[in-house]
């Protein structure tokens, strides 16, 4: 909300394009440290605050081609963050490698010990 406040008094409800690059760093955000269920939900809090506050006056929501481009940009944002930081997450458990245990030359005590053999 900070930001849109911080656009709305720099001017830029006359170039409306302008908070969603700040906003849409807060949109990725999210996604590298909660699930994706809540960077699309972000994205889309942040679109309706772009549509309602800079697109549109005193919070009304307004739907036009710039307010559509905003969010159309904000859910594609969040999408391509999440596909990256799942691909990620999965690359780095894919490339761990297994612990390895040592191997005991010799007797091994416990079961079946002392048997002949």
Do not use: C, D, K, N
Not at 101 to 113: F, I, M, T, Y
Request: proline content about 7%.
């Amino acid at each position: 909300m900070l930001v849109i406040i911080a656009a709305v008094a720099i001017g830029a409800t006359r170039h409306p394009t302008w908070p969603v690059v700040p906003l849409a760093v807060l949109v990725v955000a999210p996604a590298v440290l909660t699930t994706p269920v809540v960077t699309v939900g972000a994205s889309v809090l942040h679109s309706f605050l772009v549509a309602g506050f800079v697109v549109g006056r005193q919070g009304q929501v307004t739907v036009s081609t710039t307010a559509v481009h905003a969010a159309e940009s904000l859910v594609l944002t969040a999408v391509v963050g999440v596909a990256v930081v799942v691909a990620v997450r999965r690359l780095r458990t894919w490339h761990r490698t297994p612990a390895v245990r040592p191997v005991v030359r010799g007797r091994v005590e416990g079961a079946g010990a002392g048997l002949p053999g």
